[in-house]
């Protein structure tokens, strides 16, 4: 006859729940105490079962996460390795919803295809309503937020301001002084992080005495749109010193665009990036680096925690953004280079 979870219980002198939790090497059981679990379960050759695990502890061994966007881009696939990485380690699986657009978000949250498939739930990056938040708060498991915060909610971000402004005041001390800020077009209905960014652009170049007559803000459309932008940031008076791109992917799409035209970093303008993309290094791309696996390995941690009923110390984690200074960054040409 197999056993059960019960005659591991009775063998090892602990609850249901705790070898549920000791099989799970959940953090909430102590050393020794996961041990002489497993030792027990082995005497008995006993195979621990998601749905054994479900009945006897309420808790499905699983946690979801829901993603704004294609799973493609770096940001969601590295953001997901790391999360990944962080519930293998717990012996948990990971549960991934994707909306790319209003009908499938509508979708989501009138569903809560969450509800009881999931012991936690993590909303990676992109910003949600008023009544949004009320429907994931009325499901009754964890909810954590990844590079968001909401007032007394977990969560694992960065300041987005805070590092903008950090890029900025890097290239304001390397003397530049006529800039450009380059951001992304984000799909309607959706508030990134990212957006943020260009506030933290504007509110240090105006503290450093500089007008809305020195920089210029663009948007990029897709990687395709590169040339176009390479052409309004010639097409004024006065060439850009300094051009800081909203995120790294932008910046690798200016790169070739910018060097089309003739155009050298760091001799003839700068280029700054944000996120530290695998593929920065490799181009010598400068950049505010966010430690994206780090942080979803953060927030897949307090969802394990906060799922097996702990209080971990810290809910509300700010990790901070560096800058990496590389080779398309430096002091302005003297004389300034004017357009072309």
Known sequence: MASSMEDVAARAGVSVSTVSRALRDSPLVSEATRLRVHAAAEELSFAVSRAASSLATGRLGRVAVLVGGHLGPWFNGTMLDGMYEQLRAANLDLLVYRITDLAERQAFFERLPA????????????????????????????????????????????DDIAGARAGTRYLLNLGHRRFAFVH????????????????????????????????????????????????????????????????????????????????????????????????????????????????????????IALADGGSPEQTRIQVEARLVPRLTTGPPRSPLPSAL
């Not at 960014?197 to 459309?221: P, S």
């Open 184 to 303: 992304g077009r984000h799909e309607e209905g959706f508030a990134w992080s990212a957006t943020r960014r260009v506030h933290g652009f504007t509110a240090e170049v105006a503290a450093a005495g500089l007008t809305a007559a020195d920089y210029q803000t663009l948007a990029f459309h897709g990687e395709t749109d590169a040339d176009a932008v390479v052409a309004q940031l010639l097409s004024g008076q006065e060439l850009p010193t300094a051009v800081f791109a909203e995120s790294d992917e932008i910046a690798l799409a200016l790169l070739p665009a910018l060097r089309r035209v003739g155009l050298g970093m760091p001799e003839d303008l700068s280029l700054l990036g944000f996120d530290d993309h695998e593929m920065a290094a490799r181009f010598g791309l400068s950049t505010i680096a966010q430690p994206v696996f780090q942080m979803a390995r953060k927030t897949a941690g307090l969802a």
């Open 115 to 158: 509800r009881r498939n999931a012991d936690a739930l993590i909303v990676a990056s992109f910003a949600l309503t008023a009544a949004e938040h009320e429907r994931l708060e009325a499901l009754g498991m964890p909810v954590v937020y990844l590079n968001q915060e909401r007032p007394g909610a977990p969560s694992v971000s960065i």
